[in-house]
């Protein structure tokens, strides 16, 4: 009988030794490199939606920061660019007073040719030393995409279709005085970006 060298056994051995490890080590690092998980793939094997790449709320705050270097910067021209014309600067109505008289809609907008005439009024010293200020108690989500009051309704027209809209509100101590005051600034999302659609104060911009 012919008996193969010991020798060449312990070479065989040794050579599939080092194939099944040299497996394993290739094994192993194709498992702890996952292929990037497709949003279709996340929907199917978990059935939830993956999140947007820009939120609502993201365009938002994109827009607020560079509307605030306009206010910072008392850049009217820029403030401008911020701006869906014909803004609204009536004070703000609720549905009991559309129930109970007469609201004129339209006359506290202001159009395009007409802003400089009101930026001062709008963008009053307050409002330059107070929105710099502003943090998340400031910032309100309006009643989401199902909004009762008839105010932001109306600003509601002509924003992009099932959009969000956001606001800005501060109050803040009358000068030599105790009572309080207060503006804000509505944003709505008009062809994809978010602008100032509406603004309100204590005092009236038009009359």
Not at 130 to 158: C, H, M, R, V, W
Not at 166 to 177: A, G, H, L, T
């Amino acid at each position: 009988m012919y008996l193969t060298p010991l020798w060449f056994c312990c070479l065989l051995a040794a050579l599939s030794l080092a194939s099944c490890g040299n497996r394993r080590e290739k094994e192993k690092q194709l498992s702890s490199t996952a292929l990037p998980v497709q949003p279709d793939s996340v929907a199917q094997t978990t059935g939830g939606t993956p999140p947007s790449i820009s939120t609502d709320e993201q365009k938002f705050r994109t827009a607020f920061s560079g509307f605030l270097q306009a206010v910072e910067g008392d850049n009217q021209e820029l403030a401008k660019s911020f701006i869906r014309f014909p803004l609204q600067t009536s004070r703000q109505w609720t549905n009991e007073d559309l129930k109970n008289g007469n609201i004129n809609k339209t006359a506290g907008n202001i159009d395009a040719n007409e802003f400089a005439k009101y930026y001062p009024k709008i963008f009053h010293a307050d409002v330059k030393r107070l929105l710099p200020e502003a943090d998340e108690e400031n910032f309100s989500l309006i009643g989401g995409k199902k909004i009762e009051e008839d105010y932001y309704k109306t600003l509601q027209q002509g924003t992009d279709p099932d959009s969000e809209l956001f606001e800005v509100s501060m109050q803040y101590p009358e000068k030599n005085s105790a009572a309080e005051s207060y503006f804000t600034f509505v944003f709505g999302r008009v062809q994809g970006e978010y602008k100032v659609i509406g603004y309100h104060g204590k005092l009236p911009v038009k009359g």
